[in-house]
């Protein structure tokens, strides 16, 4: 509960509690009844004549009443009598023995009406009612919208034309993605002319691609660009506890839709709510699959959805249900990838649109460097930037800046406060100069960016970055073999150096096993087991689109030989890449012993190490 919704609720009860004192005020203030005047008093007064009128007002509890005495001071005393006949007569006897003459009056017995009997009653009827719906705000205020009335109510959130200012121009490095989308901005913006024709817009489109490459951003720029509402809710949004809730918001966000339309729907993260059915463990009727089978009947069911356009997002659209992949419903599927070396310039143009840069940051020279970051990583790698040149009091940034920033974003942050023993610091730097040998002498593994032997934030004892010059689409069987050689050069270093090797080189022989056996089993590089794939789905995760069980694909005999293939190419490759460190044992001491000195090198500072 949030400050403003308590603050009003204390507010409700402080007034509600100041009508209950005023109306009690009112009442008390009405009866004003002397409890301490007794029968004694009474004949006192009437002996000194102090009373000059007395007024009886009988109860319905017959006979008992309210007395009233008007007395010669021009006050007035109330009490109550338990018999009115009885005081009656004692009235008559004290004025017979006194001779007094003091009017009296008695009223009839009051028979309050039907409406005056129900009045208190409606009024606190009436009262709980207010109360009652005014907590219910202050909750649905305070819940967003989320009370039990609201539960079967969409959650999505309508941008209008006028609050969505992001355009394709706000989109950079994605060129053949913003080219698929124009067609759907110009029929939002004349669909007449695709009408006459005959032709049918795609009632969805999907974006795929891993996190972070701008599927949300080219959603809001479709919607920027066509001038209608736009629609945002995340695929979570649908899915509740309770059954039914979650087709119920799916009614109601296309109902919605309907009276916006043209508009466009986006469903982010659409793998949370379409996820394929019947697998897992849930059976096969649970909430989410009612969700789904809604979202299926309104995207392409008997109602005619015109004007509406879905998009999603997802970056696991293999764990999708195919029934929302067919044409009909998601028509079009457009692969959002990692820029390309001309995309990451341009996106970094726009990332850095804002920020002072000194004449030495080349952006050209960045977008080289940066092969296989996404827009995001890019957006961030210039937000450090741009902290690290605050942190140092500078009102632009300099290439230092970039450079602490693409090893704090790549490897993690350094950790120079922390003690290693001596003995530790010269295993990392014999570890981390194997590596990075490997790295320059092997044909096609890329230049060495930076070698450290400082520890970072992921628990590493140092690291050797190295810098890829070109963006890769494909893997060879050479490039793949030179990647383990290099995984397996710091354990060598250690063996040909140490008299003994340490736990250092656990997530180096981890990637050459995972990249041997994905030879053998997944890309048919092996040649004693030929052009065949083994690989089965025992390692797909249960729970996000398969089923529990599955059949065993291999025989024993068949990953027998899986095993020894995968231990004869990490075998060839140790051979190897010991023989290309022999060579190189010169430099490998000079490296070790350069950055004991240093801790960290650059790329020329290391690459000077081959040339003296």
Not at 119 to 139: D, E, K, S
Request: aromatic share 8%; hydrophobic share 40%; net charge negative.
């Amino acid at each position: 509960m949030n400050k403003n919704v308590r603050r009003s609720m204390i507010t409700y009860l402080i007034l509600f509690a100041l009508i209950i004192g005023v109306v009690s005020l009112i009442q008390s203030s009405s009866q004003n009844v002397d409890l301490s005047y007794t029968e004694a008093a009474f004949e006192k007064d009437m002996k000194a004549e102090a009373v000059t009128g007395i007024y009886v007002q009988q109860n319905a509890e017959i006979p008992t009443g309210t007395v009233e005495l008007t007395m010669k001071n021009h006050s007035v005393v109330r009490f109550f009598v338990s018999d009115v006949n009885a005081f009656q007569q004692l009235y008559n006897d004290l004025v017979e023995q006194y001779d007094l003459e003091v009017e009296f009056q008695m009223s009839d017995v009051v028979r309050p009406s039907f409406l005056e009997k129900m009045l208190p009653y409606l009024l606190g009827f009436v009262a709980i009612v207010v109360i009652f719906i005014m907590f219910a705000g202050m909750q649905s205020a305070g819940s967003g919208g989320g009370t039990m009335m609201n539960f079967g109510r969409s959650r999505a959130r309508m941008i209008s034309d006028a609050d969505n200012e992001i355009t394709f121009d706000d989109v950079a490095g994605l060129r053949e993605e913003k080219e698929d989308l124009e067609e759907v901005v110009d029929f939002l913006k004349n669909p007449s002319k695709y009408v006459e024709l005959g032709a049918r817009i795609p009632k969805g489109i999907l974006l795929v691609g891993p996190p972070g490459t701008g599927k949300t951003l080219l959603a809001k720029a479709v919607a920027g660009e066509a001038h209608v509402p736009f629609f945002t809710i995340s695929g979570s949004d649908f899915v509740e506890m309770f059954v039914g809730v979650g087709a119920s918001r799916v009614r109601d966000l296309f109902a919605e839709a309907k009276q916006n339309s043209p508009c466009i729907i986006f469903i982010d993260e659409i793998d949370a709510v379409a996820r394929r059915r019947g697998s897992g463990l849930g059976g096969g009727h649970d909430e989410r699959e009612q969700t789904l089978n809604q979202m299926l009947v309104e995207m392409d069911g008997f109602t005619v959805n015109e004007g509406i356009i879905v998009l999603a997002a997802t970056n696991r659209v293999d764990i999708l249900d195919p029934a929302i992949l067919r044409p009909g419903r998601f028509d079009r599927k457009i692969a959002v990838g990692k820029p390309d070396v001309k995309g990451r310039e341009d996106i970094l143009k726009v990332h850095t649109k804002n920020k002072s840069l000194s004449d030495e940051v080349d952006l050209g020279e960045i977008a080289r460097t940066t092969a296989g970051f996404a827009g995001a990583d890019l957006e961030n790698l210039m937000n450090e930037s741009a902290i690290n040149a605050a942190k140092s009091d500078r009102k632009f940034i300099i290439k230092e800046d970039i450079d602490k920033a693409f090893i704090k974003v790549g490897i993690g942050t350094e950790r120079k406060s922390r003690v290693v023993p001596e003995s530790e610091r010269r295993i990392t730097a014999y570890h981390e100069s194997g590596h990075a040998i490997l790295f320059h002498v092997l044909e096609g593994t890329g230049p060495v960016y930076a070698v450290s032997i400082i520890p970072t934030g992921q628990g590493a004892a140092g690291y050797t970055m190295p810098l890829p010059e070109n963006d890769n689409v494909f893997n060879t069987k050479n490039k793949i073999l030179q990647d383990i050689k290099v995984s397996l050069g710091g354990r060598i270093a250690e063996e040909m150096i140490m008299d003994d090797i340490t736990t250092g080189a656990y997530q180096d022989i981890k990637e050459a096993t995972k990249a041997a056996r994905a030879m053998v089993v997944e890309y048919g590089m092996s040649e004693k087991l030929g052009l065949i794939n083994y690989e089965t789905d025992n390692e797909a995760e249960t729970f996000v689109g398969r089923d529990i069980g599955h059949q065993r694909m291999l025989g024993e005999k068949t990953a027998a030989a899986i095993d020894k293939e995968v231990k004869r190419i990490i075998d060839e490759c140790y051979v190897q890449a010991k023989a290309v460190l022999e060579e190189n044992i010169e430099i490998l001491h000079k490296c070790a012993a350069r950055l004991l000195e240093k801790e960290r090198i650059d790329r020329e500072e290391f690459e000077s190490l081959f040339e003296a």
